[in-house]
């Protein structure tokens, strides 16, 4: 297993009103960060929050190319971004033990953060597909070039890894400096991952790793 020192590229906020930082996700210009009872856009360049929806977010988040989908409680929303209107609501497969979201594949993928597994769901109904066990908590997931990542935080221990998803066999690990944690988590599709910070109330940009293989696929 490779094992690093994260690298934070920037940090972001902390921002008015919100105190706590949980799912993210990126729509190819703007992260979007919940904040308890917002989904809140960011501009990556600038820092600036751009705008807000008032809609129940309290924990991962994910953008399908369209809508946005959110955790509330032991539900997931999916929601019209230009007009903030829920469209559909499924059951989300932890029973309110939720916590990072993803899409990949035509699918979400769900994390269930005490029960450290992954599941993939159909979004149309929330039926489970499969399920990948992991070693640690999971907090944040994100599919990138055909790699799995997931966030942890347990005590004051946070770190991103990279797993296998046959297995979940931990292949990397970047480890985040001591007493910074990883409350969500998505790539931005290149060499940067975004990370929910928790109740520092901040988003942080951590450089992804790109392997040769990785690299020679683009």
């Known amino acids: 297993m490779k094992r690093a020192a994260a690298e934070i590229l920037r940090e972001y906020g902390p921002f008015p009103g919100v ?3 949980a799912g993210v996700t990126f729509d190819g210009e703007k992260v979007w960060f919940a904040s308890g009872d917002k989904l809140n856009a960011l501009d990556p360049e600038t820092g600036a929050t751009l705008r807000s929806i ?5 924990a991962g988040t994910a953008f399908d ?16 971004p230009q007009t903030g209107e829920v469209v559909a609501t499924i059951a989300a497969p932890g029973n309110g033990g939720d916590s990072g979201l993803t899409w990949a594949e035509g699918s979400l993928w769900v994390g269930e953060y005490r029960a450290r597994k992954i599941h993939q769901i159909d979004p149309e109904t929330g ?3 499969r399920t990948i066990e992991s070693k640690r908590v999971v907090t944040g997931v994100t599919w990138v070039d055909g790699e799995l990542w997931h966030g942890t935080w347990e005590g004051d221990e946070s770190d991103l890894r990279r797993i296998d998803p046959s297995t979940g066999e931990v ?17 931005d599709g290149g060499g940067c991952f975004f990370c929910g910070g928790g109740n520092s109330g901040k988003v ?6 790109v392997h040769p293989s ?3 696929n683009k």
């Open 171 to 187: 292949l990397e690990m970047l480890e985040m400096p001591a007493g910074t944690g990883v409350s969500g988590l998505e790539s």
């Open 54 to 58: 008032d809609v129940a977010a309290h």
């Open 65 to 80: 190319g369209k809508h946005l989908y959110q955790i509330a409680e032991d539900r997931i929303q999916k929601i019209e």
């Open 214 to 216: 990785t690299a020679a």
């Open 127 to 129: 039926k489970v597909i």
């Open 19 to 21: 105190k706590t930082v």
């Open 204 to 209: 942080r940009a951590v450089r992804r790793p």
